[in-house]
């Protein structure tokens, strides 16, 4: 196929991935409004692992066509554009959405941070040790990401029956209500069709999604990893954008803010699968690639940048436009750019 007819194919089903991403999302939100789960299953588990799905579907593609590199690429990518999406939805909230946040979410911030600093080692010292095809530093990263979640629901908990830390039944884990269309018997059999259809719709579509980037990058003499860390990247995390501008339109910053941290911890949580399906060998020693690096890098260098402006950030505005996120921004084309040029 020319470069022109891998571009359309990526077109489509990027867009038909996304929107069955987004549906996906409202769906399972609305499957917790509707039966009242709520709490540490919908922003820890629901909806972080609905708005991670396409990632996970696209990802497992592209490692059985053999491009490790895009996969490796996408989830490094991905958590960049989770970062993107924090400056954005502080960007258009009503207020500087941030600084107001709890600083509990500098905890989940920096366990992100430690599980992706994992996965640079991981590529950047292909050792090779692995149990059968899975690679060790996968499985490592895997246990890691088990067991921080474990610490800090216990944490939280702890904290919360001490009365020294928040409670769990505050708006940073609850529904965002923005797909509810009743709560009875029929509304959650509606919604679970729906989430069932959704689900289809990805892993229809994100395998050609992941083909039609490859094409693309043999076909335009682009690595894997740039077309991963940008096109793919942004595509699969449109949700993630979709789910956080609908919970901060009601005023659920942390929830936002939860599942944007959550789903860059999941990330390198889902490397565990990706490495699983591929059977080559081990998934990070097979990415030969600086940009796979520089992605991975740029990936803790926003999330410091992020977990700095939580912690410390000010509600200075300049004409309505916030520093803080517009340093963020900047500094995501900045890596963009890097991982680009790295990629040449």
Not at 40 to 55: D, M, Q, Y
Not at 102 to 107: D, I, K
Not at 265 to 276: P, S, T
Not at 323 to 333: C, G
């Given at each position: 196929?020319?470069?022109?007819?891998?571009?359309?194919?990526?077109?489509?089903?990027?867009?038909?991935?996304?929107?069955?991403?987004?549906?996906?999302?409202?769906?399972?939100?609305?499957i917790?409004?509707v039966?009242?789960?709520?709490?540490?299953?919908?922003?820890?588990?629901?909806?972080?692992?609905?708005?991670?799905?396409?990632?996970?579907?696209?990802?497992?593609?592209?490692?059985?066509?053999?491009?490790?590199?895009?996969?490796?690429?996408?989830?490094f990518?991905?958590?960049?554009?989770?970062?993107?999406?924090?400056?954005?939805?502080?960007?258009?909230?009503?207020?500087?959405?941030?600084p107001?946040?709890?600083?509990?979410?500098?905890?989940?911030?920096?366990?992100?941070?430690?599980?992706?600093a994992?996965?640079?080692?991981?590529?950047?010292?292909?050792?090779?040790?692995?149990?059968?095809?899975?690679?060790?530093?996968?499985?490592?990263?895997?246990?890691?990401?088990?067991?921080?979640?474990?610490?800090?629901?216990?944490?939280r908990?702890?904290?919360?029956?001490?009365?020294?830390?928040?409670?769990?039944?505050?708006?940073?884990?609850?529904?965002t209500?923005?797909?509810?269309?009743?709560?009875?018997?029929?509304?959650?059999?509606?919604?679970?069709l729906?989430?069932g259809?959704a689900?289809?719709?990805?892993?229809?579509?994100?395998?050609?999604?992941?083909?039609?980037?490859?094409?693309?990058?043999?076909?335009?003499?682009?690595?894997?990893?740039?077309?991963?860390?940008?096109?793919v990247?942004?595509?699969?995390?449109?949700?993630?954008?979709?789910?956080?501008?609908?919970?901060?339109?009601?005023?659920?910053?942390?929830?936002?803010?939860?599942?944007?941290?959550?789903?860059?911890?999941?990330?390198?949580?889902?490397?565990?699968?990706?490495?699983?399906?591929?059977?080559?060998?081990?998934?990070?020693?097979s990415?030969?690639?600086?940009?796979?690096?520089?992605?991975?890098?740029?990936?803790?260098?926003?999330?410091?940048?992020?977990?700095?402006?939580?912690?410390?950030?000010?509600?200075?505005r300049?004409?309505?436009?916030?520093?803080?996120?517009?340093?963020?921004?900047?500094?995501?084309?900045?890596?963009?750019?890097a991982?680009?040029?790295?990629?040449?």
């Open positions: 196929m020319t470069l022109g007819a891998w571009a359309s194919v990526f077109v489509v089903s990027a867009g038909a991935l996304v929107l069955a991403g987004i549906y996906l999302a409202r769906a399972g939100d609305e917790a409004t039966t009242g789960v709520g709490g540490l299953l919908v922003g820890g588990i629901l909806l972080a692992g609905a708005t991670s799905l396409p990632e996970v579907a696209t990802d497992v593609t592209a490692v059985l066509e053999g491009a490790p590199s895009l996969a490796v690429g996408d989830l990518g991905s958590s960049m554009a989770n970062m993107a999406i924090l400056a954005v939805i502080d960007l258009v909230g009503r207020r500087h959405v941030l107001a946040i709890e600083l509990a979410h500098a905890q989940i911030g920096s366990i992100a941070m430690a599980l992706t994992l996965a640079v080692i991981g590529v950047a010292t292909p050792v090779g040790l692995a149990i059968g095809w899975i690679g060790m530093d996968t499985l490592v990263v895997g246990i890691a990401y088990v067991t921080a979640i474990v610490w800090v629901r216990r944490s908990a702890e904290r919360a029956r001490n009365g020294t830390g928040p409670e769990l039944t505050r708006q940073t884990l609850r529904p209500g923005w797909g509810v269309r009743g709560a009875d018997g029929a509304g959650l059999r509606s919604a679970l729906r989430f259809l689900a289809a719709g990805v892993v229809v579509s994100a395998p050609l999604v992941a083909i039609a980037a490859k094409g693309l990058a043999e076909e335009a003499a682009i690595g894997q990893t740039a077309i991963g860390t940008s096109l990247a942004v595509a699969t995390s449109l949700p993630e954008l979709v789910a956080s501008l609908a919970a901060v339109r009601i005023g659920a910053h942390d929830l936002a803010v939860g599942n944007l941290f959550g789903s860059n911890a999941l990330n390198m949580g889902i490397l565990l699968v990706i490495d699983i399906a591929y059977v080559e060998g081990p998934l990070l020693s990415v030969m690639s600086a940009s796979a690096i520089v992605a991975g890098v740029g990936a803790l260098l926003l999330m410091a940048l992020a977990i700095a402006i939580v912690v410390g950030g000010t509600e200075t300049i004409r309505r436009l916030e520093p803080d996120a517009v340093l963020l921004l900047a500094a995501y084309v900045g890596c963009l750019a991982v680009w040029f790295t990629s040449t």
